[in-house]
Every structure is written in structure tokens, then in C-alpha cells.
């Protein structure tokens, strides 16, 4: 089982509906990361969270401590959010990650 | 502020070769992460610098090696490559080991290993 979960592996949405990608992690954690990745490899880092939520735009993160479980959410998703999401734990012994394998997203036109 | 930059972009290794990338951190920042993504898969932790010693390690073997030099730039080498070490490597940079410090990462070099 590996320490960082995420689902769904795949994801197709149209234009505008709402989307939910969850992670879960076994690992303590010190920080919960999501990060998107593009085509071509480069890693935008999206948020960082040790509790509650926050928003950024169109879209919000929330993590839950107790039960190790963490969402992003896009509102209003849009072709241009097509992109892997990841997310990632950041150990309490440090600041290495440890990450999920990954969401594709594609948003549909 | 340029970011965190790597080098090259694109690199093409036969087996048994030696390969050695190279990663400029965003200013300000003192610690580096290197981590390997194979096609399909999320990201593996090789290895962190700090102070220009390796302070933590992933699951690779002696093979991956690196270094950290005084301005805080960083350099990993993997010796007798193999076609598993076919994968994007990417470099990420904080500021002070271990604190709640958002990374940031570069763009990637891409090795292929025929």
C-alpha cells in the first residue's frame, strides 16, 4: 500500500462542472502539498496545507488531520485546468515529499 | 528571480555511461531536493542537501550520488546508467531544512538511456 493515495487515476470532465480529487496518507505529516504538472514535466506547486482549506481562484483544497485525507476542488473547470494533479506529503522529519501517483485531468470543450 | 533552473533539458545516455544534471535553486533558497518520475508515475525522493551534506536519502542505490556546493546549487550523478534510469528528474528548492516552507521546483531534465 503505498503512503500517498490519490483517486480518481483518471478523470474527463466537461467544461464548468465541479471536480473533486481526493488523497489520502498514512504517513505523518508536517504539510499536505497539491502540485500540478503540465506536459513537459514542469511542476506548479498549487498549495500547501497543514489544516482547514484554502482557495486560490477557482480552486480550493481542504485537508481533514484526523483522517489523514485531503480534496482539491475546481469550480467551473475549464480545458486549460487539463493537467496531471498530484498531491504530496511532506514528512514531519523533514521537508521531503512523498507523493501520490498522480490525477489526469482532462476537461472536455 | 529566475526560479529554480536545471540542466540540460534533454539528455540521450547509452548503458553504462555516467550522467551528471545540475539544478540553480530560487534565490534565497539553501536547501535542494532531487526526484525521479518515471513515465506515468508520481515523483521518488533520491536524495536532499543542505548545508552541503546529504541529510536525508530515498530507497536509490550508491549509484545516485550528489553534491551541494557552497552557493547552494546542486548536482546529482548517476553512475553506470541503465534503462531504468530512464525518467525526468527534477530538482526543488526551500528555504531551511525541515521547516513548514513551501518548495519550489524546476522544470526538469529528461534522461533517456538507450
Known amino acids: 500500500k503505498n503512503e500517498v493515495e490519490q483517486s480518481p487515476q483518471n478523470l474527463t470532465a466537461q467544461e464548468g462542472e465541479f471536480i473533486t480529487i481526493n488523497c489520502s496518507y498514512s504517513?505523518?505529516?508536517?504539510?499536505l502539498h497539491w502540485l500540478q504538472q503540465h506536459p513537459g514535466g514542469g511542476i506548479v506547486s498549487l498549495f500547501m496545507l497543514s489544516s482547514g482549506k484554502k482557495k486560490h481562484g477557482r480552486l480550493i483544497a481542504t485537508i481533514n488531520i484526523q483522517e489523514k485525507h485531503s480534496s482539491l476542488h475546481i469550480t467551473a473547470s475549464h480545458p486549460r485546468d487539463s493537467a496531471v494533479y498530484i498531491c504530496?506529503?511532506?514528512?514531519?522529519?523533514?521537508?521531503?515529499?512523498?507523493f501520490g501517483e498522480g490525477t489526469q485531468l482532462t476537461v472536455n470543450p | 528571480d529566475a526560479g529554480v533552473t536545471q540542466s540540460p533539458t534533454h539528455l540521450i545516455k547509452t548503458r553504462g555511461q555516467q550522467v551528471t544534471l545540475r539544478c540553480s535553486p530560487k534565490s534565497g533558497h539553501d536547501t535542494v531536493s532531487w526526484y525521479q518520475q518515471a513515465l506515468g508515475q508520481g515523483p521518488q525522493f533520491i536524495f536532499q542537501y543542505y548545508e552541503e551534506e546529504e541529510r536525508q536519502r530515498g530507497n536509490f542505490p550508491d549509484r545516485f550520488s550528489g553534491h551541494q556546493f557552497p552557493n547552494y546549487s546542486s548536482e546529482l550523478n548517476v553512475n553506470a546508467l541503465l534503462l531504468g534510469d530512464s525518467a525526468l528528474y527534477l530538482c526543488?528548492?526551500?528555504?531551511?531544512?525541515?521547516?513548514?516552507?513551501?518548495?519550489?521546483f524546476g522544470p526538469g531534465t529528461r534522461l533517456t538511456v538507450l
Open positions: 504517513v505523518g505529516i508536517s504539510a
Open positions: 526543488a528548492s526551500s528555504f531551511r531544512l525541515g521547516s513548514y516552507n513551501e518548495q519550489f
Open positions: 504530496a506529503a511532506q514528512e514531519t522529519s523533514g521537508s521531503r515529499l512523498t
